[in-house]
């Protein structure tokens, strides 16, 4: 019995192709060629008839003689390449001419290549089969990559549900937020809490890197964070609770800053414990400036037995803004970063302005800096006000 021919893996699969030229001669050539290899065979004696069977046809390759009456070779590809539905299509040029200018100036419209009359059967083979084979390489690509967008922006909708979707107001405290990820999904957590004797729980957290495992862990601190055993009010109890969590990470290549505070109204005290995580700024009028702490090493690496708990009086009128990071390092088209000072400037200047103003004026300086830079990190930003003044 005959074996079955192995089919290469560079085999094309069956395509539409459609043959122009206004020889008789030269159109008979091609399609004995070409028969037998599987692919749906078209032809045209003109520009303008190709043109017509492209519209109905929608062919995955032309092969496209040059010099023909009327709408030539050039005036063809031109036309296909102007056009959104067509412009994909590929075209080689069929052409007895040799000069290095026509066939620049067919590559430049568009042509993917060139074969020079006489026509050898193998060559157009050969030039057929690849081309159709890497069209269909991006087909697939195209493919993988449109199905991979929707899974992730499905997993940022995910995601952002696990975010607070309504920021609560406590006592005389409020609360607004930005959130932005570097692509789709990202590391960034951020969350308010109300706890007993009109207190406030705010935790702000970084997962290092970001995409797909940035995001599961921070789904898991955000997991971690709502089940302490007891209410989240001692901050280094909360940051050692959520870091026993991770014992099956410590020793990884992963880690996560987290600042996490408790805001008492009754007293206009803040205390809180830093793991690695930048300290917020206190808007205090036109002054800008870190709030002090003592800090230790992020969470997810190993055991911390020590974690300082600090404080910070507050006054009617303050502001304090956490943030993560991908806000002071981001960066603009010559690599420079954003950094502090900066931030600290902006606030500075628009402290005069509502809570979401405020953050907004934030967020345009921050783009104006970048200049039209994508972020290569995730942006968080969570305002908190002390009194009513500024909602």
Same mark, same amino acid.
């Given at each position: 019995?005959?074996?079955?021919?192995?089919?290469?893996?560079?085999?094309?699969?069956?395509?539409?192709?459609?043959?122009?030229?206004?020889?008789?001669?030269?159109?008979?050539?091609?399609?004995?060629?070409?028969?037998?290899?599987?692919?749906?065979?078209?032809?045209?004696?003109?520009?303008?008839?190709?043109?017509?069977i492209?519209?109905?046809?929608?062919?995955?390759?032309?092969?496209?003689?040059?010099?023909?009456p009327?709408?030539?070779?050039?005036e063809?590809? $031109?036309?296909?390449?102007?056009?959104?539905?067509? $412009?994909?299509i590929?075209?080689?040029?069929?052409?007895? #001419?040799?000069?290095?200018a026509?066939?620049?100036?067919?590559?430049?419209?568009?042509?993917?290549?060139?074969?020079?009359?006489?026509?050898?059967?193998?060559?157009?083979?050969?030039?057929?089969?690849?081309?159709?084979?890497?069209?269909?390489?991006?087909?697939?690509?195209?493919?993988?990559?449109?199905?991979?967008?929707?899974?992730?922006?499905?997993?940022?909708?995910?995601?952002?549900?696990?975010?607070? $979707?309504e920021?609560?107001?406590?006592?005389?405290?409020?609360?607004?937020?930005?959130?932005?990820?570097?692509?789709?999904?990202?590391?960034?957590?951020?969350?308010?809490?109300?706890?007993?004797?009109?207190?406030?729980?705010?935790?702000?957290?970084?997962?290092?890197?970001?995409?797909?495992?940035?995001?599961?862990?921070?789904?898991?601190?955000?997991?971690?964070?709502?089940?302490?055993?007891?209410?989240?009010?001692?901050?280094?109890?909360?940051?050692?609770?959520?870091?026993?969590?991770?014992?099956?990470?410590?020793?990884?290549?992963?880690?996560?800053?987290?600042?996490?505070?408790?805001?008492?109204? !009754?007293?206009?005290?803040m205390?809180?414990?830093?793991?690695?995580?930048?300290?917020?700024?206190?808007?205090?009028?036109?002054?800008?400036?870190?709030?002090?702490?003592?800090g230790?090493?992020?969470?997810?690496? !190993?055991?911390?037995?020590?974690?300082?708990?600090?404080e910070?009086?507050?006054?009617?009128?303050?502001?304090?803004?956490?943030?993560?990071?991908?806000?002071?390092?981001?960066?603009?088209?010559?690599?420079?970063?954003?950094?502090?000072?900066?931030?600290c400037?902006?606030?500075?200047?628009?402290?005069?302005?509502?809570?979401?103003? #405020?953050? $907004?004026?934030?967020?345009?300086?921050?783009?104006?800096?970048?200049?039209?830079?994508?972020?290569?990190?995730?942006?968080?930003?969570?305002?908190?006000?002390?009194?009513?003044?500024?909602?």
């Open positions: 019995m005959p074996q079955p021919k192995a089919v290469s893996k560079n085999t094309p699969k069956p395509a539409t192709i459609l043959i122009v030229d206004d020889s008789p001669v030269n159109l008979q050539v091609l399609v004995r060629t070409l028969d037998g290899t599987g692919h749906r065979i078209l032809v045209a004696t003109s520009g303008k008839a190709a043109i017509e492209v519209q109905r046809a929608q062919p995955d390759l032309i092969l496209l003689d040059v010099m023909m009327g709408m030539d070779g050039f063809v590809c $031109r036309a296909l390449k102007e056009n959104a539905s067509t $412009r994909n590929v075209i080689i040029f069929l052409s007895a #001419l040799g000069e290095v026509d066939k620049v100036a067919g590559l430049n419209m568009g042509a993917a290549d060139y074969i020079t009359k006489p026509i050898q059967a193998d060559e157009v083979l050969a030039r057929v089969a690849t081309h159709l084979f890497q069209q269909q390489l991006e087909r697939e690509v195209r493919l993988s990559r449109d199905s991979l967008d929707r899974e992730l922006s499905s997993a940022a909708e995910m995601q952002r549900l696990i975010l607070p $979707r920021l609560p107001r406590i006592g005389n405290l409020t609360f607004v937020a930005h959130y932005q990820t570097s692509r789709y999904v990202g590391g960034d957590y951020y969350d308010v809490v109300e706890l007993p004797d009109n207190r406030a729980g705010v935790l702000i957290a970084d997962v290092s890197g970001h995409g797909a495992t940035s995001a599961i862990v921070m789904a898991m601190i955000r997991a971690a964070f709502h089940a302490c055993p007891t209410p989240p009010v001692d901050p280094p109890s909360v940051l050692r609770y959520i870091n026993a969590q991770f014992r099956f990470l410590w020793g990884s290549a992963l880690l996560a800053t987290a600042f996490y505070a408790v805001i008492d109204n !009754a007293t206009r005290r205390s809180f414990s830093c793991a690695g995580h930048p300290p917020p700024l206190l808007v205090r009028g036109r002054n800008v400036e870190p709030v002090r702490f003592d230790t090493i992020p969470l997810l690496l !190993a055991e911390i037995a020590d974690i300082p708990v600090c910070q009086g507050l006054e009617p009128g303050d502001r304090l803004l956490f943030y993560t990071d991908g806000i002071t390092e981001r960066e603009n088209g010559s690599e420079e970063l954003y950094e502090l000072p900066r931030l400037d902006v606030l500075s200047r628009s402290q005069s302005l509502l809570s979401e103003q #405020l953050l $907004r004026a934030v967020i345009e300086d921050l783009d104006a800096f970048a200049a039209g830079e994508e972020p290569h990190d995730d942006q968080t930003l969570l305002l908190v006000s002390v009194g009513s003044q500024h909602t």
